[in-house]
């Protein structure tokens, strides 16, 4: 299984500003994603990270406000902007180590907006 | 799109006790994964025990267990000898087979063991 490591492991964060949340594999993955957790609520994608290419995003997110980095298959950047108390939630990385494997998760980035 | 429900928000169980987590999911695909995690308060995601849609053989993990019934489309889980560190939100989960690997959640159920 892959050892994922995601930083920062939580923050708290002014209105209107912007923050980039690191996910670090410790081997090459095909697939990365990241997830959103809002309070005491389930987990819902935001997108899929593509490795040389433009992320995958689901319905209700826009990269302008969730932009997404893969600069190679054992690591990406989420960032989250321009953030509102609505944006409060826990960031999780995710990975994919084949079609026959389950997702593994990063211990999550649990973001306060004040 | 697939769905997840979980349509238990909460429940407990003493200690040693087996306990029965309830899930339903809507597809109209004949290949699938459907998995359960563990998310405890340190918010770490855990894979519990996964289930392949092609096996008709119920699948375990030493106190784990799950009651797969494909026509029903249901995926329950049964914790046997509850202990303390079970204690914890358990999400069911969907994944399509082949092509992306992500997952679909239902909202979750918490269990609370009781002493």
């Known amino acids: 299984s892959a050892v994922i490591s995601q930083k920062p492991s939580r923050d708290i964060c002014q209105r209107g500003t912007s923050l980039t949340i690191q996910c670090q594999v410790d081997?090459?993955?095909?697939?990365m994603f990241w997830y959103r957790q809002q309070p005491g609520q389930s987990l819902t994608l935001i997108a899929t990270?593509?490795?040389?290419?433009?992320?995958?995003?689901e319905s209700g997110f826009v990269i302008d406000k969730f932009p997404i980095s893969r600069p190679n298959l054992t690591f990406s950047t989420l960032t989250v902007s321009n953030m509102s108390p609505e944006d409060s939630s826990i960031y999780l990385c995710?990975?994919?180590?084949?079609?026959?494997?389950?997702?593994?998760f990063g211990n999550g980035t649990r973001l306060t907006v004040t | 799109a697939q769905t997840v429900t979980q349509s238990q928000p909460e429940m407990s169980v003493q200690e040693a006790e087996t306990v029965t987590l309830s899930c339903t999911y809507d597809?109209?695909?004949?290949?699938?994964?459907l998995f359960w995690y563990k998310q405890p308060p340190s918010r770490q995601m855990i894979l519990v025990i996964r289930?392949?849609?092609?096996?008709?053989q119920n699948a375990t993990e030493n106190r784990f267990s799950v009651n797969f019934q494909k026509a029903a489309k249901s995926f329950s889980l049964k914790i046997s000898d509850s202990q303390l560190g079970d204690a914890a939100m358990y999400f069911c989960?969907?994944?399509?087979?082949?092509?992306?690997?992500?997952?679909?959640f239902g909202k979750g159920t918490k269990l609370t063991v009781n002493p």
């Open positions: 989960a969907y994944r399509s087979e082949g092509g992306s690997e992500k997952l679909v």
């Open positions: 289930q392949e849609a092609y096996k008709q």
């Open positions: 990270a593509n490795q040389g290419s433009e992320a995958t995003y």
């Open positions: 597809t109209s695909e004949s290949d699938y994964y």
């Open positions: 081997s090459q993955v095909t697939m």
């Open positions: 995710s990975v994919g180590t084949g079609p026959n494997s389950p997702l593994h």
